[in-house]
């Protein structure tokens, strides 16, 4: 099993970086289309972290599982104590943003919102493509993962 973790300060070129982090962890492990989905999660779940976190003092950590199944388990920790609403559906269609939960619904196999001691964990699951199913790396709990980076 993969596991790897990095912290990252809270600002907006952050994203990117963490983009970059989880493309090499994933690497070889998952195919393209599959890469692609779990890159734009990391990508939503790092600006709202940014966003939720407090700029140039705050930090979020991104933990990423990847089993040999290829299953994967995303997680972005931030430092804000206040749980996104679990629903991502989007009552204003001309709102500029709060799309970003939708999403991440929408991309991984599941997600979800869990208290931390610090903060936070906005999680995302993806199925690996080897096998049917959830496998070790999607039933690590939040923390679970060790730090390799």
Avoid at 92 to 121: A, C, M, Q, Y
Wanted: hydrophobic fraction near 35%; charge should be negative.
């Amino acid at each position: 099993m993969n596991h790897l973790e990095r912290t990252f300060e809270s600002t907006p070129q952050s994203v990117q970086e963490a983009r970059g982090f989880v493309t090499f962890a994933v690497g070889c492990h998952v195919d393209t289309a599959r890469s692609d989905d779990i890159r734009s999660c990391v990508s939503e779940l790092a600006s709202n972290a940014v966003l939720h976190t407090e700029a140039g003092a705050g930090r979020y950590t991104v933990k990423i599982c990847v089993d040999r199944h290829g299953c994967v388990r995303l997680e972005v920790h931030d430092q804000d104590h206040v749980a996104p609403e679990a629903s991502t559906e989007n009552s204003d269609r001309d709102s500029t943003n709060g799309r970003g939960l939708f999403i991440v619904e929408h991309l991984s196999d599941t997600w979800g919102v869990e208290k931390s001691p610090t903060g936070k964990i906005v999680w995302s699951q993806f199925a690996g493509e080897t096998h049917a199913g959830m496998h070790n790396a999607c039933e690590s709990s939040p923390g679970d993962t060790a730090a390799a980076a």
